[in-house]
């Protein structure tokens, strides 16, 4: 018998004795630490990326150490999302075969596909640079650097956006209200992205112009992430109280929206006049902020999916729509 035909107990929304109608989800740690590195290395390429393509020569040289954040923070996404399946043969098998509209699958792939790009990207940097020399240097040298560029931006943003749209694809009502999330998770990852690269300019004594457009891509991203949250949870009505209220609440609007996305925003627009060594340490306070908040919106969001999950009522509106 369907969960939606059995009898209701105590109102007319409430659910069958108090019985949750949807599974909670037996998801763990590893998957929204997995969400947020794939997501801030997607952003760290593109922000790299971008400015190779579009930057002044100091913008290439500075952000080029994007390239280094986005395949150091891919090393270890393979193995929480091996962790999370349980068993490794589990991921080869979801690349048997490619189905782009199974949004775990289409994960699987890009992951992947950009983890090698990524390698092959920074490899190539190091060896123009003198730090990878011999016989990988050479080789590295023959990397298609405009065509692992594309590449990389493409797969980057699939990346950073499919944890939201698998997280949708389910039938928790808090995940799948809203079809805003994967955008959200985009937005948030290219924020993160950006904030990483702008601290490791910052430590390297990168120079003012190049932190201050840096900070601009930085804050664009986060405003950009500040909208559609705001769209998100207008979306999600009632149904996001177990993230806007109850136990998370202190961790989402303080960590996931007050340091992650308002305070940055409000210390780059003070730095935007300093110079020298007031700007890299405003600039780098304003990135740790960034990337502390990326990770406290992924685990807010999968910890209140968990509670949102044995919302009766929330789950009979989800299906009834």
Same mark, same amino acid.
């Given at each position: 018998m369907d969960a939606a035909n059995f009898?209701?107990?105590?109102? #007319?929304?409430g659910g069958y004795y108090n019985y949750p109608v949807v599974r909670r989800p037996v998801w763990t740690w590893e998957v929204p630490a997995y969400f947020w590195l794939g997501g801030m290395a /997607?952003? /760290?390429y593109v922000t790299a990326a971008l400015a190779q393509n579009? *930057?002044?020569?100091?913008?290439?040289?500075?952000? /080029? *150490?994007g390239y280094y954040v986005a395949a150091a923070a891919l090393v270890p996404c393979a193995p929480l999302l091996i962790a999370d399946l349980g068993r490794p043969d589990r991921f080869y098998h979801m690349l048997r075969i490619f189905k782009p509209l199974s949004p775990m699958n289409l994960g699987a792939w890009t992951l992947t596909a950009l983890t090698p790009i990524a390698? /092959?990207?920074a490899a190539s940097h190091a060896a123009s640079t003198g730090l990878l020399r011999g016989p990988l240097g050479t080789l590295a040298r023959l990397v298609p650097t405009r065509l692992a560029e594309?590449? #990389?931006?493409?797969?980057g943003l699939t990346l950073a956006g499919y944890? #939201?749209?698998l997280l949708a694809a389910t039938n928790i009502p808090l995940w799948a209200k809203s079809k805003l999330l994967g955008g959200l998770?985009?937005?948030s990852g290219l924020a993160s992205g950006s904030a990483a690269v702008t601290l490791q300019a910052a430590w390297r004594g990168a120079p003012d112009g190049s932190l201050h457009r840096l900070a601009?891509?930085?804050s664009a991203a986060s405003a950009g992430e500040m909208a559609i949250l705001t769209g998100y949870l207008l979306q999600s009505g009632k149904t996001a109280r177990p993230l806007t209220s109850g136990r998370l609440r202190a961790p989402f609007w303080l960590g996931a929206v007050g340091a992650g996305t308002l305070l940055p925003l409000l210390v780059h627009r003070m730095a935007g006049r300093r110079q020298g060594r007031p700007l890299r340490i405003l600039s780098s306070a304003a990135a740790l902020c960034t990337i502390a908040g990326s990770l406290a919106l992924r685990w807010t969001i999968f910890e209140a999916g968990k509670v949102s999950s044995e919302d009766q009522a929330a789950s009979f509106e989800l299906s009834s729509e």
């Open positions: 009898p209701r107990q105590g109102g #007319g929304d /997607a952003g /760290a579009f *930057g002044s020569a100091d913008d290439r040289r500075v952000a /080029a *150490g390698f /092959a990207r594309l590449a #990389g931006v493409v797969l944890s #939201g749209v998770f985009m937005a601009m891509v930085e």
